[in-house]
Each structure stands twice: as structure tokens, then as C-alpha cells.
């Protein structure tokens, strides 16, 4: 190893891992998927013991934020076991974090197994509180479902944190009743700019709906007071005096964050992605596989690291084609 930190070619520290488990999900929202979907076959994918390894050769060189994600992590078989197991970086003191980000659909059936394991803070993708307007975005869901793997998951005494795409034609004009109605749940908001990833059918302009003008929307229904909050991410907060809670605001196009940039993605097949909006990136799988001992991966990482892009060059410009191919589901949140 050239070096026991993670440091890309521009000096930033890669403390924050997002490892996917499986590109599948039991949802197919318009903003990150196609209609019809073709995944990985699953001899394509990293194993339990596999995703393990990896994630631990992430720990032992510095990162200490691990989120599993997906598709939707809770779908893979087996996915219970590698969080029980990875819960040994947190008892150790290795990890500060352990999480995933998931649609809420499997809670009710995991959340207690997931507090047994040290997992304290969740987020969950949830973007209408209105039953037909989340059916429209998630083809189908029941946010009936969701809403009781949140209540489940809250039981076991683990934070809900939701995050919701802002989309243009979708959830507009739901903000407010859904920023209160999110907060009565006793759960923080996330508001997300759609990002222009995968061709989902439909141009990314239509769906676009800048941050800054829903803060405008926001500001005639709440007083938002500037929050020092970090939580490791992107995401800027703001005290919401009426609720008490805190409100964050995640703007890849209006206001670029790539200048803090303390994170890398893998998917579950294996493949290290160094920006959410480049394909740049090297394949972990090979050797992981070729070399029992690390080695080889430490290798691959310090020599992508060099490569990771400074920022995005996402685009939502009418007929702009996606900044990547890849799907979202693919790439692992």
C-alpha cells in the first residue's frame, strides 16, 4: 500500500463507503429505473463473504461510514447475516457507522435483526406521503407497507431518517404537507435533486425541479433557521422552528458539493465507482478474487483513487442525454 489513508488525486479523504448487495429492488420509481429491467444474474454478484472482505479492506484503510444499499438491500437473501457480521467494525471501534439506505418495503420482517446488529440510523426513500401520487412514482408500491417498516424500524429504537426526490410532475406541490406530515412521523427529511443517471424513458428535464425554488415554497409555510448538523453526506440542514426538526437539502445541480467529496461507491458486482456521475472506475472483483490476502485490492484502489474525477457534470437541460448509462439501482445510491 502506497498509503494506509484512502486520499484521491485532489487531496480528499475517502472516509464514507456505499456498498451495494444487489442491483435488485421490489419497486421501479420513474426517476431511478426503466419500466422493463434487466438485472445482474446473481453469478454475477459478490457474495456475503465477498461483500464482507471488501468492506473490511475499506475499514482498515480509514473509512468509517459504511452504507449498504441497492436496488433494495433487504431483498438479498442473506443480507441480515452480513450486516450481523459487519457489526463486529462497530463493537471493535473500526466503524462509526453502519447503515443502509432501502424503500422501507422489507422492515416490518428486518428491523428488529438490523438493531440486534448496531444499526442505529436508516434512511428511507419515501417521496409522497400521498397514496396515489407514491403509487404513480413507484409503479405500484404500497405506502401503506412502507409506512409500517418506518414504525417497525422505530420500535427497535433506530432513526428514520426519509429521503424524497423532488420531482417536477410527481410531488411539486405536496412539499409542505410533506415536510409537515414527515416530521409528525418523528423522522427528519431529505429533499433530493433528481440526477440525470440511466434512461428511465423520460427526459430528466421534465422532472427536474430545482431546490431552490422548493426552499422558496418552503419558506412561506416554515421558518428554516440554518442548522450545523453533518451526518457524514452532502446533505445542507436547516431547524425547522415549527417542527423542531431538521430538514436537509441535497442540490447535485443548483449547488455543487463535489469540493467535500469523502465518498466512493461499489456495486455488487464488485466495481468501484468514484463519482455518481462518471463511469470512471476499476474493478475490485478480480482481485479480490486472484489474492487472498488484500494485497491486490489495495493496489487497485490507490491507483483509481489517483483517477477520481474533481466533480460531476450532471446535466438536465432539455434532450441532454444521462450523464451515465448505468441506472441507479446498478451504481448502489
Known amino acids: ?24 429492488c421490489d419497486m421501479r420509481c420513474t426517476y431511478c429505473m ?27 484503510r480509514g473509512v468509517r461510514k459504511l452504507r449498504l444499499t441497492g436496488g433494495e438491500p433487504l431483498v438479498r437473501a442473506g443480507v441480515v447475516d452480513l450486516i450481523t457480521s459487519l457489526g463486529r467494525h462497530l463493537r471493535r471501534g473500526a466503524l462509526d457507522e453502519l447503515t443502509l439506505t432501502t424503500n422501507g418495503s422489507q ?44 414504525a417497525a424500524a422505530q420500535r427497535t429504537g433506530i432513526a428514520v431518517k426519509i429521503n424524497a426526490v423532488a420531482l417536477a410532475q410527481d410531488n411539486a406541490d405536496e412539499m409542505p404537507e410533506l415536510l409537515h406530515g414527515v416530521h409528525a412521523l418523528a423522522c427528519d427529511l431529505t429533499l433530493i435533486e433528481v440526477m440525470p443517471i440511466g434512461d428511465v424513458g423520460r427526459d430528466r428535464a421534465d422532472q427536474f425541479l430545482p431546490l431552490t425554488a422548493v426552499r422558496r415554497q418552503l419558506e412561506q409555510h416554515f421558518t428554516l433557521i440554518p442548522s450545523s448538523l453533518k451526518t ?13 426538526r431538521q430538514l436537509g437539502l441535497i442540490s447535485p445541480l443548483t449547488r455543487n458539493f463535489c469540493a467535500d467529496c ?4 461499489v456495486s455488487a458486482k464488485g466495481r468501484l465507482y468514484l463519482c455518481l456521475g462518471h463511469m470512471d472506475g ?7 478474487r486472484a489474492d487472498s490476502t488484500d494485497e491486490a485490492i489495495h493496489r487497485v484502489l490507490d491507483e483509481a483513487l489517483a483517477h ?10 432539455r434532450g441532454a442525454k444521462p450523464a451515465v448509462v448505468r441506472f441507479m439501482s446498478a451504481t448502489g445510491g
Open 262 to 265: 469523502n465518498r466512493v461507491r
Open 107 to 150: 422492515l416490518v420482517r428486518h428491523a428488529d435483526a438490523l438493531a440486534a446488529a448496531g444499526v442505529r440510523r436508516i434512511n428511507v426513500s419515501l417521496d409522497s406521503l400521498n397514496p396515489k401520487t407514491y403509487q404513480r412514482v413507484t409503479r405500484g408500491a404500497s405506502l401503506r407497507r412502507a409506512l409500517d417498516g418506518i
Open 282 to 288: 476499476a474493478d475490485l472483483r478480480a482481485p479480490l
Open 34 to 60: 426503466a419500466e422493463t429491467m434487466q438485472f445482474a444474474p446473481t453469478r454475477e454478484l459478490l457474495s456475503l463473504d465477498e461483500l464482507d472482505r471488501l468492506a473490511s479492506a475499506f475499514i482498515k
Open 232 to 244: 457524514g453526506g452532502p446533505a445542507r440542514y436547516w431547524q425547522v422552528s415549527e417542527t423542531g
Open 1 to 24: 500500500m502506497t498509503s494506509n489513508r484512502l486520499r484521491d488525486g485532489h487531496g480528499r479523504d475517502i472516509r464514507y463507503l456505499r456498498l451495494s448487495v444487489t442491483d435488485r
Open 308 to 317: 477520481k474525477p474533481q466533480r460531476h457534470e450532471f446535466d438536465v437541460q
